[in-house]
Nanobody, 124 residues
Framework: QVQLVESGGGLVQPGGSLRLSCVAS????????MGWFRQAPGKEREFVAA????????LYADSVKGRFTISRDSAKKMVFLQMNSLKSEDTAVYYC?????????????????WGQGTQVTVSS
């Protein structure tokens, strides 16, 4: 059984920062890439960022480029999303996801495992 658990969400003012964390566990856990997605009320779940475990490939949605940074700690099986210069439109539930096989993609349907999500609210 693979488990992904997110943390770090919360309420932040516009222009502020948050750092999300995702830890992967499970006796047979092995994946090629990890991704962050988000879903705002009434909207579809959308891609935010992705990273591969081995190598230096990172992908970002245009809406977060220059503001968000995805990183990993392979030894701890953790992935992080540093979010700076947050805007109200970043408000959503943020999900961590794992993709078993290459290549790394931005389509949520290509990801095999999902966490339960963590709420991020950007409001004054």
């Amino acid at each position: 059984q693979v488990q992904l658990v997110e943390s770090g969400g919360g309420l932040v003012q516009p222009g502020g920062s948050l750092r999300l964390s995702c830890v992967a566990s499970g006796r047979t856990f092995s994946s090629y890439a990890m991704g962050w997605f988000r879903q705002a009320p009434g909207k579809e779940r959308e891609f935010v960022a992705a990273i591969i475990w081995g190598g230096d490939i990172r992908l970002y949605a245009d809406s977060v480029k220059g503001r968000f940074t995805i990183s990993r700690d392979s030894a701890k099986k953790m992935v992080f999303l540093q979010m700076n210069s947050l805007k109200s439109e970043d408000t959503a539930v943020y999900y961590c996801a794992a993709k078993n096989l290459p290549p790394v993609r931005t389509d949520r349907n290509d990801y095999n495992y999902w966490g339960q999500g963590t709420q991020v609210t950007v409001s004054s």
